[in-house]
């Protein structure tokens, strides 16, 4: 789709890089370019098609990964079997926002996207950030320290399938009754995952008068207008 966030893949093994695009393509919201097999070829296409993002193997056969990440203007994420110290230093010294070691499971990289996506939804918010935005940013990008790269409780996850099935924004009230949870329950929910950056939240105007929270995913329908 048109909104989706493209994803270039730098793989010199065919095989994991057909396995990488089918991970990319099973998640809503993402979109993976033909992969790439070299350096120079990937210096070229994010010159050319310019994706959000890159998967960067280190083991290229022409340049050293790590080289052709200095001259990336462009978020990637390292995914190498390279595990030694200097490798991942340099990988993050030279602008790398995550770093995976192969091999690892798909949940693992679903997990990295979906928070790519949410932070990408925090920093894209207005056209200037405060300070707190700033560090909701990375706190979803980086949740180590916050706990919040954690395996959602059940009931949150609910709430947040709820939003994702859901085409217009939804009231707390609403998000309840399918969930089965009282209304102060969903509520505090809601606003865990406004805060992390995965929800938004608006005020709606009821017949009442009366202003009304409505919550939907990050990045759908007229809530972030």
């Not at 056969?61 to 200095?70: E, F, I, K, S």
């Amino acid at each position: 789709m048109a909104d989706d966030i493209r994803v270039l893949i730098v793989d010199d093994d065919f095989h994991v890089a057909k396995l990488h695009v089918a991970y990319v393509n099973a998640i809503p919201g993402f979109t993976a370019l033909p992969p790439v097999s070299g350096g120079e070829e990937a210096i070229r296409v994010v010159r050319a098609m310019q994706p959000e993002l890159v998967l960067l193997d280190i083991y290229l056969p022409d340049v050293n990964g790590l080289d052709v990440l200095r001259g990336l203007d462009v978020d990637v994420f390292v995914i190498s079997a390279a595990s030694d110290v200097a490798s991942v230093q340099k990988a993050l010294r030279r602008g790398a926002l995550s770093y995976l070691i192969k091999p690892f499971r798909a949940e693992f990289l679903e997990q990295r996207l979906r928070a790519y996506a949410r932070y990408r939804s925090v920093l894209a918010a207005g056209n200037t950030l405060d300070q707190e935005a700033v560090e909701r940013a990375l706190r979803i990008l980086h949740p180590g320290e916050s706990g919040a790269g954690k395996p959602r409780a059940a009931t949150e996850a609910a709430v947040l399938e709820i939003l994702r099935r859901t085409s217009v924004p939804t009231a707390a009230s609403e998000v309840a009754s399918e969930v089965g949870i009282s209304r102060a329950t969903a509520q505090r929910y809601l606003s865990s995952l406004v805060y992390e950056g995965a929800a938004s939240v608006q005020l709606r105007y009821g017949s009442t008068g009366r202003p009304e929270h409505r919550y939907s995913v990050r990045g759908a329908g007229p809530a972030d207008s």
